[in-house]
């Protein structure tokens, strides 16, 4: 590549973050960070890296979607036979990382990931569009195929076996949540003095902290 990467580079100017406004409890300052994206970046803004760690001990990340935000935790659908259902299953430690530029803020979180009641994953299923729903039971998510062709004609046949028919939820698809024992919020400052503001899950309260950033 030619292009000087180096110069690339922009100074944060949008906001502060102190600890009066985060508050003791992470979780409402979440939710009022992510209802300010979703009304400052259209595009996305429940997108979020997912990171696992497979059995050879090598990390694996990809971009999921936010679904659902509770008292219990974050939550995901996908399919259970993925190569990160396959890594939850070996080791459900994880993280999600959300980043919205417009806002010049992150937030990380860790915790323990487990599956969502099948009541839950049949609910969210139900209300995907129809070609979703399709989708979800052509592919067999994160296995070797030979072409394109092959996952259209996969697509076409589930299309036609469930012509005129309400499409149901596969068994080897579903929720997964995140039970968070860590969430660090960052928001960007000028000549790179961010602001880290740490919450980390102690006796079932949560302490915070700050970072250097």
């Not at 000087?4 to 979780?27: M, N, T, V, W």
């Not at 990171?51 to 990809?62: E, I």
């Amino acid at each position: 590549m030619n292009r000087d990467l180096q110069s690339i580079r922009r100074d944060y100017q949008f906001d502060d973050l102190l600890e009066e406004h985060a508050g003791s409890d992470p979780l409402p300052l979440f939710d009022n960070w992510l209802e300010k994206a979703i009304e400052s970046c259209p595009d996305d803004p429940t997108a979020m890296i997912l990171s696992t760690v497979g059995s050879d001990g090598w990390p694996h990340s990809r971009v999921v979607l936010l679904k659902q935000r509770n008292d219990a935790g974050f939550s995901f659908f996908t399919n259970y036979d993925s190569e990160k259902g396959q890594q939850l299953a070996q080791n459900n430690k994880a993280s999600m990382t959300f980043f919205w530029p417009a806002l010049s803020r992150q937030v990380r979180i860790e915790g323990t990931i487990e599956k969502v009641s099948r009541g839950v994953s049949e609910a969210y299923f139900a209300t995907r569009p129809r070609g979703s729903q399709l989708a979800a039971r052509t592919s067999k998510q994160s296995a070797v195929i030979a072409s394109r062709d092959e996952l259209q004609q996969a697509f076409q046949k589930e299309e036609q076996a469930f012509d005129n028919q309400e499409v149901p939820c596969p068994s080897n698809w579903g929720g997964y949540i995140l039970k968070p024992r860590f969430i660090e919020f960052w928001q960007g400052r000028p000549s790179r003095l961010h602001d880290r503001i740490c919450f980390t899950q102690e006796n079932n309260s949560w302490v915070r902290s700050r970072k250097a950033p």
